[in-house]
């Protein structure tokens, strides 16, 4: 069985997952080689030197050369596994800014991290999350959402009992029934 079996072949869910977090892994592949690349800061270093706008040293290169092969690895996988990466990878880009902001202007700013890598972890964070989150979190899925089946697969048994105490457990439309 594959991974991705409870998509339709033609769902454009699929589609989104894939490209968002191939486009957002591709970004954090190319910040972490241009990082590691040229003259750069200690691999601990808290100075750190720009990149893309962006502080960097060797440890935080590193970490998104791997944060972006993960997603890059989600979009090649794709279905449900690029959704549930994105989700996760998203709430970690939030949560690293909140530390980032705290540990800004100190020695214990190990990542190098500066006001715009907190703005851009948060804003990297929650565009990644909503890939993952597209097409699983409404009011309104539509009843071939993949979500939406699996939420509804163990529908409940009709009850049993006398017709009107069963048109109180579950009310509906009428089923006449031969009138």
């Not at 699929?14 to 190319?30: E, K, P, S």
């Not at 800014?97 to 715009?116: E, K, P, Q, T, Y």
């Given at each position: 069985?594959?991974?991705?079996?409870?998509?339709?072949?033609?769902?454009?869910?699929?589609?989104?997952?894939?490209?968002?977090?191939?486009?957002?892994?591709?970004?954090?592949?190319?910040?972490?080689?241009?990082g590691?690349?040229?003259?750069?800061?200690?691999?601990?270093?808290?100075?750190?030197?720009?990149?893309?706008?962006?502080?960097?040293?060797?440890?935080?290169?590193?970490?998104s050369?791997?944060?972006?092969?993960?997603?890059?690895?989600?979009?090649?996988?794709?279905?449900?596994?690029?959704?549930?990466?994105?989700?996760?990878?998203?709430?970690?880009?939030?949560?690293?800014?909140?530390?980032?902001?705290?540990?800004?202007?100190?020695?214990?700013?190990?990542?190098?991290?500066?006001?715009?890598?907190?703005?851009?972890?948060?804003?990297?964070?929650?565009?990644?999350?909503?890939?993952?989150?597209?097409?699983?979190v409404?009011?309104?899925?539509?009843?071939?959402?993949?979500?939406?089946?699996?939420?509804?697969?163990?529908?409940?048994?009709?009850?049993?009992?006398?017709?009107?105490?069963?048109?109180?457990?579950?009310?509906?439309?009428p089923?006449?029934?031969?009138?």
């Open positions: 069985m594959k991974l991705h079996d409870e998509l339709p072949v033609d769902h454009r869910l699929g589609t989104v997952y894939r490209y968002g977090a191939g486009l957002c892994g591709l970004f954090l592949v190319v910040f972490g080689i241009l590691l690349t040229g003259a750069h800061p200690g691999f601990l270093d808290t100075s750190g030197k720009e990149v893309i706008g962006l502080s960097s040293n060797g440890a935080l290169s590193v970490l050369l791997v944060a972006g092969g993960i997603l890059i690895l989600g979009a090649v996988i794709g279905g449900n596994t690029a959704s549930n990466i994105n989700m996760i990878m998203g709430v970690l880009f939030v949560l690293a800014g909140f530390v980032g902001l705290m540990v800004l202007d100190s020695s214990a700013n190990r990542l190098a991290f500066h006001i715009s890598n907190v703005i851009f972890s948060f804003v990297f964070g929650f565009v990644v999350l909503t890939f993952g989150m597209y097409g699983r409404s009011s309104h899925l539509p009843q071939d959402n993949p979500y939406w089946k699996e939420r509804h697969a163990k529908a409940a048994d009709q009850p049993n009992g006398p017709p009107a105490l069963v048109k109180v457990l579950r009310p509906g439309p089923k006449p029934t031969g009138h």
